[in-house]
């Protein structure tokens, strides 16, 4: 090989690199952007969970709309009031209040109160794949899977399946990220704030008949709580469905719903009378 036309190669490519690192350098020095050093501090604070229960891309990009106006410091569940707290400090603002929200499982249809299909599933056991496949082994096409999905996707160990094939919220480990509410894709998992009590337990839109047939606790779609709640509930397409705004737990017939869609999801203690204070006597 030709020594000489080795080191012009050699000077060249020198050159070149030295031109474009010069380039490179001078770039960085004029287009650099300087970050907050806010935003460093309040990403060591947020949980780092990257859940995107905030509605934002992740833990930074959350800290990014805070130290920039966009977002409120009680926008991170999974943080709560603490995480809140610490954050609104170091912005120097209020923080607020969070609204502590839980996810509610609006499907009471388990293993022993929905109707199977005549054909057994055999498939994966996965809600997505049961849904996207054959609906799986129910006959309720509106109604739980039973496949998990949602516990799978709950990072937080928050959601457990029962004996009945039904998925239920652990509160105390629960953070409120909503991925679970992702995860379902019959949609039966709705957020609701914790001090919320009364929820319709199905989301069957079948004509009364059907859904008879199908789940023995679906909503028969015969509108007796609707009529008697001033606007509480409404109905549509056969189903039940709460308005909150106006809801008055007074007046709902939760005795009159013949399959109890409609109910509370932690019954009230009812006070104690002279009558039943008598019965629990001993005989």
Do not use: W
Not at 70 to 87: F, I, L, R, Y
Not at 230 to 236: A, F, L, Q, S
């Amino acid at each position: 090989m030709d020594v000489t036309l080795l080191m012009i190669a050699l000077a060249t490519m020198g050159g070149l690199g030295f031109i474009f690192a010069g380039g490179l350098a001078i770039a960085d020095r004029k287009l650099r952007v300087e970050e907050n050093p806010l935003i460093g501090k309040i990403n060591e604070i947020l949980p780092n969970a990257n859940c995107g229960a905030c509605g934002k891309a992740g833990c930074y990009d959350f800290a990014v709309s805070l130290v920039d106006g966009k977002a409120d410091p009680s926008g991170c569940p999974v943080g709560g009031e603490d995480t809140a707290q610490d954050v609104a400090m170091l912005l120097g603002i209020e923080a607020g209040t969070a609204n502590k929200m839980y996810p509610r499982i609006l499907c009471h249809g388990g293993n022993a109160d929905a109707v199977r299909k005549m054909a057994d599933y055999y498939g994966p056991l996965s809600c997505s794949a049961m849904d996207l496949v054959s609906g799986g082994d129910k006959a309720c096409y509106y109604g739980c899977l039973g496949g998990g999905d949602c516990v799978v996707a709950c990072p937080f160990g928050a959601m457990i399946m029962t004996d009945d094939g039904l998925p239920t919220v652990i509160e105390e480990l629960c953070t409120g990220c909503s991925l679970c509410v992702t995860a379902c894709p019959r949609d039966i998992i709705e957020m609701h704030p914790a001090d919320r009590n009364v929820f319709v337990f199905c989301k069957n839109h079948d004509d009364p008949k059907t859904s008879k047939a199908v789940c023995s606790v679906a909503c028969l779609g015969c509108g007796i709580c609707a009529r008697k709640s001033d606007g509480g509930v409404e109905m549509d397409n056969f189903l039940g469905v709460i308005n909150y705004d106006a809801l008055d737990e007074s007046k709902i017939p939760f005795d009159k719903c013949q399959t109890g869609a409609i109910g509370y999801l932690v019954p009230p203690v009812k006070p104690e009378t002279p009558e039943s204070k008598e019965e629990g006597l001993p005989n």
